[in-house]
């Protein structure tokens, strides 16, 4: 770590609440002439701010060298293992002599470059993995500006961004990128994007005046969103213009901030890898365990090798060569590697290698809400009329009337949470509220101001005649009806329907945009409708009266009249109503007196579900009442002498509904003990109503919590919260990191999703981190260990699914490995108790071992697809340990049984052939313990490939086409180096095989496939007697604390609105 960020700049004590100062206190606090925003800095007085606080950039983190990524690789008892047999037969190929007989020179050599082979590949593969360590912070270098337009001297000049000081004036136009934090003395239509610090890409618009400080609330705690007056560096002019005074630069700027969190926040090691720390620990122990044994046993008791120090040595370090696993980093690669490519093929991209396996640990996914857990496509899902309610089918493909049926059960009640509310205070929690959702602008312009509700809302929703709707309840209507219907909705808009109804190329509000694209659904020609109906006169949309309205000519009137339609804020619509349409018929015969207080129970009816809602109105006026291409104003709707004129037609409900998948993915997470929580900046029973379509919401975990209530919570209130709800709302991104550290000191495993570069802290500091494709910004993608390709949560669960899988494999990878491993180092040292003539197998076809047949085979266990019911079980236990009491007994069993058949087989084959001349029986010997060993290697496999099913079936060939494949070149090879002259002699030790040794061969390959399976078969008669068979009782590493406090810097990332 290197220096801390600021610690001696002037702007550590300078900062102020800029925002709630107004322009002249602004200027005086900066210390600089009242002219300031006229003259800009004198060329003097930049030059000595810029040696003052310093150039415009963000303090890097210490970069990790070539030589220090190579240490981190090579620091392990192992390698230190494997280089000391290097430098030991190194010794020795050099003082072999000359003229050895024995090949002993080559056999060293040829040692020494196959362990530097092994480190060097290794190293290599480790450094490549940790390519993108250090790249968000690159990130957010790149999003800095390069040039700045300032005012220095009295003139307009441009300079280096990086030459930028706090006092220095800067002018602003579209599309400019803003150099660094600015207060605003200035603005002409000025709007800023700020998708680069929130992820949102709704511009905010801005002003200069001074910010006031809500009641209870200190100037810092103000969001971002509502400091109006401010512009951030990084983000982008969507429109105007404007002009700012400098009051920050480089870490003190906001995305100076982000810089700093994501360099503290540490990148949390997977369990696997801490667990494989360990073992190799363990393991290193145990080999030198080996080793000095196998140097006594040789040297005071072999009588080959007694009283020969060097030989004795050689054999130890041979013993160490057989045991330390050199292919097992190669093997763990390729499960994680596999892992990957299968993910990636459904759309879920890994960028960390080890990041798989923590999917398999998951306990809870935070989600967010839109476009992950939702289309996030604004959709009409119901009409409701005065007499009957139409539910349309939003994920319909098929464009036919058919979408709408006729449902007066659906969104008929109020939700069970708002049953006894005002209507104002229904309003105040759901998506009609004008505040918006917290972090961005409202995209729905038409908000309700007030609902005021009567005190009988179960009377003023009852329906007045159902029977005299047009459509049965379960039938659909027609087109023309549909047509009709929201004419209003389709000709009162100035939006522009997507290809296809899609979202490619729209143009327009996205909730306006829904009723276009319901009536395409269902088969209305909509450029037809426009052509049919051209519009003549219009009273533009604004906020302050929250509607608009369309004057059309229509051949449904007669010639001397016009249609006027009016879409709004329904509250407002409801109060210029006089008539209602009779089920939504349009027609003279089919008008009625309005029924005010049905339709504002309707409206509060649909808001308790989280809808936002339209209405649409229409009135026939005399065609000379207006002028064609006429601009009217708002009193031409509600300044009318006649009062309430119009006639309501109905009111459009509208969502971002579910995605139809992640209903089931939801409910295999469920069922496979994982907790889904949902994080949003929506309105809370908007949160809530998704919450219960998706099944997030139940009787367990019935309530949401918001933002602003966690926010006065104790670290010791958010941790049980964050066990009893799942949905929270109006949540901002401190939030999300108070969340995941909340979860996680209650000992789960967490996975976070986020976009917006304030969501990179949180993304870093949860177990896993997942970023959006499609609509996150650079940075979440780069500080995350998931990309979504398709930002849909149901890729989440799979990807989750295969973290299982990898956990699985890698348990049958240490399976197959770990007793060929052992019972080679084993074989050494019994070889020598049996009083063989030397080892049973030599250094050479001990690494051949471990890196061809070890390999080969593991990689069968790698990339096995998932076993049934593996999302049926419970995620596995905080810091359950990759070697179990029931897998340490399997690899137990595999090692003596593998070392058993060796030492057994070679001390036969010494036996039988004991009048036969040493070399050669020594050669006889090798070459039948080396094939008892791999293939007794391929019964072991066999076996692995199910955890608790049999083997003995023809599926033990099938699921996996690397089964045959690997078998069959494993028998190969082995044949292959067993006859080939000279390889088979010079290099590999041994001579060709007789009848007695491949019967030797078969019989132990048959022997320890049986044992194997008969301990799988006691196994699952244990389990069946409900005994712990998958060790979620046993021992278990310790669970480390969480720091709950927040990293420094965070309460800078109150980014977004305050909740109203």
């Excluded at 700020?194 to 801005?206: C, F, Q, R, Y």
């Excluded at 002699?985 to 491949?998: E, H, P, Q, R």
């Amino acid at each position: 770590m290197g220096k801390e960020i600021g610690a001696d700049n002037p702007q550590m004590t300078e900062q102020a609440p800029w925002h709630t100062m107004s322009i002249e206190e602004t200027i005086s606090k900066l210390g600089l002439p009242e002219d300031l925003a006229k003259t800009g800095l004198s060329v003097d007085e930049a030059a000595s701010r810029l040696a003052k606080y310093g150039p415009n950039q963000m303090t890097e983190k210490e970069k990790v060298t070539i030589w220090q990524r190579i240490w981190h690789q090579i620091n392990n008892v192992l390698v230190y293992v494997l280089m000391t047999v290097a430098v030991v037969s190194l010794v020795q190929a050099i003082t072999t002599p000359e003229n050895d007989t024995t090949n002993q020179q080559f056999t060293a050599s040829f040692q020494v470059a196959l362990i530097v082979s092994v480190i060097t590949l290794n190293t290599w593969i480790g450094i490549y993995q940790e390519g993108n360590a250090e790249k968000a912070a690159d990130a957010l270098k790149n999003m800095l500006s390069t040039d700045a337009r300032v005012i220095r001297g009295g003139k307009e000049i441009m300079v280096p961004a990086g030459d930028l000081v706090p006092g220095d004036v800067c002018l602003l136009g579209l599309g400019d990128k803003v150099p660094s934090d600015l207060r605003l003395v200035s603005v002409s239509n000025m709007a800023t994007g700020e998708a680069a610090l929130t992820g949102e890409s709704v511009p905010i618009d801005k002003q200069t005046d001074a910010i006031p400080v809500p009641d209870g609330l200190d100037p810092e705690q103000v969001p971002l969103g509502d400091r109006k007056n401010m512009s951030y560096s990084a983000t982008l002019v969507a429109q105007g213009s404007g002009i700012g005074i400098a009051i920050a630069t480089g870490d003190f700027t906001q995305i100076g901030t982000i810089n700093r969190l994501v360099n503290q926040t540490e990148t949390i090691k997977t369990d696997v890898l801490k667990q494989i720390d360990m073992v190799s620990k363990y393991l290193f122990v145990c080999i030198c365990t080996m080793c000095l044994a196998t140097f006594l046993t040789a040297f005071f008791y072999s009588e080959t090798f007694k009283g020969k120090g060097l030989p004795s040595v050689n054999i130890a370090l041979v013993c160490a060569v057989a045991m330390v696993p050199e292919g097992l980093e190669a093997i763990v690669t390729l499960t994680y590697s596999y892992a990957v490519k299968v993910m990636a093929s459904q759309n879920a991209i890994v960028r960390a290698l080890p990041a798989v396996e923590t999917l398999g640990s998951v306990t809870v996914i935070c989600s967010d809400k839109t476009g992950t857990l939702t289309q996030n496509i604004m959709s009409l899902t119901a009409f409701v009329t005065s007499n009957a309610r139409y539910k349309n089918n939003v994920d319909a493909a098929d464009r036919v009337p058919a979408n709408f049926v006729r449902d007066d059960t659906y969104l008929c009640e109020r939700a069970v949470l708002d049953l006894k509310k005002k209507g104002t205070d229904i309003v105040a929690d759901g998506p009609n509220n004008p505040a918006g959702r917290r972090g961005h602008n409202p995209s729905n312009h038409f908000t309700v101001d007030s609902l005021h509700t009567t005190e009988n809302p179960e009377e003023a929703a009852k329906v007045a005649h159902p029977e005299e709707a047009p459509f049965e309840n379960g039938a659909s209507p027609t087109k023309d009806w549909i047509q009709a219907a929201l004419s209003c909705g389709v000709l009162c808009s100035k939006c522009v329907l997507g290809e296809n109804g899609g979202r490619t190329g729209e143009i327009g509000n996205p909730t306006e945009l829904s009723i276009l694209r319901a009536s395409y659904f269902a088969g209305v020609d909509i450029e037809n409708l426009k052509t049919e109906c051209p519009i003549v006169a219009e009273v533009p949309f604004s906020s302050e009266y929250k509607f608009m309205a369309t004057i059309h000519e229509s051949s449904d009137v007669p010639d001397d009249k016009l249609v006027a339609y009016v879409k709004g804020a329904p509250d407002r619509m409801v109060k210029v109503c006089k008539y209602q349409s009779k089920g939504g018929t349009i027609g003279d015969d089919a008008v009625e007196e309005i029924n005010a207080d049905y339709w504002i129970e309707q409206i509060a009816i649909l808001s308790s579900h989280g809808l936002r809602v339209l209405g649409l109105c229409r009135a026939v006026i005399p065609k000379d009442s207006v002028t064609a291409g006429e601009n009217l104003g708002q009193e031409f709707v509600n300044g009318r002498p006649e009062g309430a004129w119009l006639t309501m037609v109905g009111l459009c409900a509208i969502m971002d509904p579910p995605r139809p998948e992640c209903v089931q993915a939801i409910r295999e997470a469920k069922g496979a003990g994982v907790r889904v929580a949902m994080i949003t900046g929506d309105h809370k029973d908007t949160a809530t109503a998704i919450g219960h379509m998706l099944g997030i919401v139940d009787e367990k975990f019935s309530e949401a919590v918001t933002g602003p209530e966690l926010d006065s919570m104790s670290d010791e209130e958010i941790r049980a919260c964050v066990l009893t709800h799942n949905v929270f709302a109006r949540a901002s991104p401190q939030n999300k990191i108070r969340i995941v550290k909340a979860l996680q000191a209650e000992g789960q495993i967490t996975s976070m999703t986020g976009d917006g570069v304030n969501d990179a802290p949180a993304l870093k500091a949860a177990n896993m981190g997942v970023a959006m494709g499609k609509e996150g910004t650079d940075v979440a993608r780069e500080a995350s260990e998931m990309i979504l390709a398709d930002d849909n949560f149901a890729t989440i669960v799979y990807a989750v699914k295969q973290g299982r899988v990898v956990w699985d494999n890698l348990r049958k990878v240490l399976l197959v490995n770990t007793p060929i491993n052992n019972a080679q180092g084993m074989s050494v040292l019994f070889g020598l108790l049996c009083q063989l003539p030397s080892t049973p197998i030599s250094a050479i076809q001990i690494l051949y071992s471990n890196f061809i047949c070890a390999v080969t085979l593991g990689f069968v266990c790698a990339i096995e697809p998932a076993e049934d019911g593996i999302m049926a079980i419970p995620p596995r236990r905080v810091g359950k340990r990759i070697i179990g009491r029931f897998l340490l007994l399997r690899i137990l069993l595999g090692t003596f049984l593998l070392t058993g058949c060796v030492v057994g087989s070679a001390v036969i084959v010494n036996t039988v052939y004991k009048d036969v001349e040493e070399f050669e029986r020594l050669y006889k010997i090798r070459a039948t313990a080396f094939n008892v060993l791999d293939f007794g290697a391929i019964s072991v496999m066999l076996s692995a490939r199910f955890a608790y099913n049999s083997s003995v079936t023809p599926k033990v060939f099938q699921g996996n086409p690397a089964v045959m494949w690997s078998c069959v070149i494993v028998a190969v090879l082995q044949i292959l180096l067993t006859y080939i002259p000279g390889l088979n002699t010079f290099v590999f030790s041994m001579k060709g095989m007789d009848g007695l040794g491949w019967g030797l061969t078969i019989a132990s390959m048959v022997f320890v496939f049986t044992a194997m399976e008969i301990e799988k078969a006691i196994r699952r008669s244990l389990k069946a007697s409900g005994a712990d068979t998958d060790d979620r009782e046993g021992a278990v590493d310790p669970i480390p604390p969480v720091d709950m406090s927040m990293p420094k810097g965070a309460s800078k990332l109150n980014l977004q609105e305050l909740a109203k």
